[in-house]
């Protein structure tokens, strides 16, 4: 199986929105809602932020947000903040019991 | 607070089998409403899930893996385990356990702080 495809840099200035891509096939994105984005931070493990498409966990900001129409998903981040600047993963369900990553994107904060 | 620890050598030689625990605290094991995931980190690379097992014993595994892998749990200590036979240097990376979330394969909220495991002779 492949990845699911995300651009490998986004940049924006402070305050500013950007939003991350995720692309998938039928197989996962297009056909469920278990889509979950992942940060993480240099040196980290990586931290939940959005599951299930849009859902947030207890204590994610709402400047976070998620997205899916067809094979691709996105993440939206709003107001940027220097502390944002990291590495964001997309997952996703897909046929058959598996779970597929997407290769990650470096947000850099300018 | 539900915590995950990995442990485990640093260095597997190639073609030897690498061996992985994850210490589960603050929480239990056989919960009805967790799985327990392995995911990996290649140097400088992305995520990779490996499999999760629920606390019965089910397992789900990556197919590209499945193969070399196989994971246990242990519920009177509270971990699971990760075996992965036959390395080669293609899986040194940061090894990491989670928590998942029963009906949701793809959702990890609790991570442990990850091992690093190098292959080398």
């Known amino acids: 199986q492949s990845a699911l495809t995300q651009p490998a840099s986004v940049s924006g200035s402070p305050g500013q929105s950007i939003t991350i891509s995720c692309t998938g096939t039928?197989?996962?994105?297009?056909?469920?809602?278990?889509v979950s984005w992942y940060q993480q931070h240099p040196g980290k493990a990586p931290t939940l932020i959005l599951y299930e498409v849009s859902r947030r966990p207890s204590g994610v900001s709402d400047r976070f947000s998620g997205s899916k129409s067809g094979n691709t998903a996105s993440l939206t981040i709003s107001g940027l903040q220097a502390d944002d600047e990291a590495d964001y993963y997309c997952c996703s369900y897909e046929h058959r019991s598996n779970v597929l990553f997407g290769g990650g994107t470096k947000l850099t904060v300018l | 607070q539900l915590q995950l620890q990995e442990s485990g050598p640093g260095l597997v030689k190639p073609s030897e089998t690498l061996s992985l625990t994850c210490i589960v605290s603050g929480g239990s094991i056989s919960s009805t409403s967790s799985y327990w995931g392995w995911i990996r980190q290649p140097p400088g690379k992305g995520l990779e899930w490996i499999g999760s097992i629920f606390y019965t014993g089910n397992t789900y595994y990556n197919p590209s893996l499945k193969s070399r892998v196989t994971i246990s749990v242990d519920t009177s200590k509270n971990q699971f385990a990760l075996i992965l036979n036959s390395v080669t240097a293609a899986d040194a990376a940061l090894y990491f356990c989670?928590?998942?979330?029963?009906?949701?394969?793809?959702?990890?909220?609790?991570w442990g702080q990850g091992t690093l495991v190098a292959v080398s002779s």
């Open positions: 039928s197989n996962n994105i297009g056909s469920y809602i278990l």
């Open positions: 989670a928590r998942g979330v029963v009906g949701a394969l793809s959702h990890f909220d609790n």
